[in-house]
């Protein structure tokens, strides 16, 4: 992974066609986040977050303004295009873990290679040292109804990781799970983090967002905080 800028935004705005007219969601937003950065966004509903994450996981494109990946401008790309930048640098967490369910973890965690093209053999000898790094190599032949939630934002994680991303994208990644369960995802992010990791989480809770090194905030379309977390929750 260089150390080139993972992520920078600028002026950028976000726009709905409405019955009632152009609705801004977002109002331009600047940021940044640089390699090995673990940053926690937090914001009311409404406040914009979820469709700035959309946009930072190539899932939408800005109305305006400049979205650079890897250095990268992708507000004019196609759908493929986009598709293609997903699959090669963004690994996605979601709260409902999105498991194939007649599939078992080494199945789910190779997915991403399998988009690649990649053959089998390799999908599964990186599959499963993906599901070892996780601590569920045992489990790697169940489905994902035959163990916890835990487990399965483990294998969740683990199918993240598979593509060797440049960024983890994490929305409300424990919204689904109890506080012990939550807090051994946040000690992994932290672990997977330490090792070099690019990590964006969005959360609700603050609990989850201490964990991280830096809270952005946001209300009403615009980032209103973005500071170092100085005094870390340890796990």
């Given at each position: 992974m260089s150390?080139e800028?993972v992520?920078e935004?600028n002026?950028?705005?976000?726009?709905?066609?409405?019955?009632a007219g152009?609705?801004?969601?977002?109002?331009?937003v600047?940021f940044?986040i640089e390699?090995a950065?673990?940053?926690a966004?937090?914001?009311?509903?409404g406040?914009?977050k979820?469709?700035?994450?959309?946009i930072l996981?190539?899932?939408d494109v800005?109305t305006?303004?400049?979205y650079?990946?890897?250095?990268?401008e992708?507000?004019?790309?196609?759908?493929?295009?986009?598709?293609?930048?997903?699959?090669?640098?963004l690994?996605?967490?979601?709260q409902?873990f999105?498991?194939?369910?007649?599939a078992?973890?080494?199945?789910?965690v190779?997915?991403?290679?399998?988009y690649?093209?990649?053959?089998?053999a390799?999908r599964?000898a990186?599959?499963?040292?993906?599901?070892?790094?996780?601590?569920l190599?045992?489990w790697?032949k169940?489905?994902?109804s035959?163990v916890s939630g835990g487990?399965?934002?483990r294998?969740?994680?683990?199918?993240?990781?598979?593509g060797?991303?440049?960024?983890?994208l994490?929305?409300?990644p424990?919204?689904n799970?109890?506080s012990?369960?939550?807090?051994?995802?946040m000690r992994l992010?932290c672990e997977?983090?330490?090792?070099g990791?690019?990590?964006?989480?969005?959360?609700h809770?603050?609990?989850?967002a201490a964990?991280?090194k830096?809270l952005?905030k946001?209300?009403?379309g615009?980032?209103?905080?973005?500071?170092?977390?100085?005094?870390?929750r340890?796990?």
């Open positions: 150390a800028t992520i935004t002026a950028l705005k976000k726009s709905y066609v409405t019955e152009d609705l801004e969601v977002l109002h331009g600047d940044k390699p950065e673990f940053v966004i937090m914001g009311p509903s406040s914009g979820s469709t700035f994450m959309n996981g190539c899932l800005p305006s303004g400049e650079r990946l890897l250095g990268e992708i507000g004019s790309l196609s759908a493929d295009q986009l598709a293609n930048r997903r699959n090669r640098f690994g996605f967490v979601f409902g999105n498991l194939l369910p007649r078992d973890l080494l199945e789910n190779g997915l991403p290679l399998l690649a093209k990649q053959p089998g390799v599964r990186r599959a499963m040292e993906m599901l070892g790094k996780v601590g190599s045992p790697a169940h489905r994902p035959q487990q399965q934002q294998a969740a994680i683990a199918r993240a990781l598979a060797s991303p440049n960024l983890v994490a929305d409300e424990t919204g799970l109890d012990q369960t939550s807090d051994e995802i992010f997977l983090n330490d090792q990791l690019t990590l964006i989480v969005v959360t809770e603050p609990d989850v964990c991280a830096r952005v946001f209300h009403d615009l980032i209103v905080e973005d500071a170092p977390i100085e005094d870390r340890r796990l």
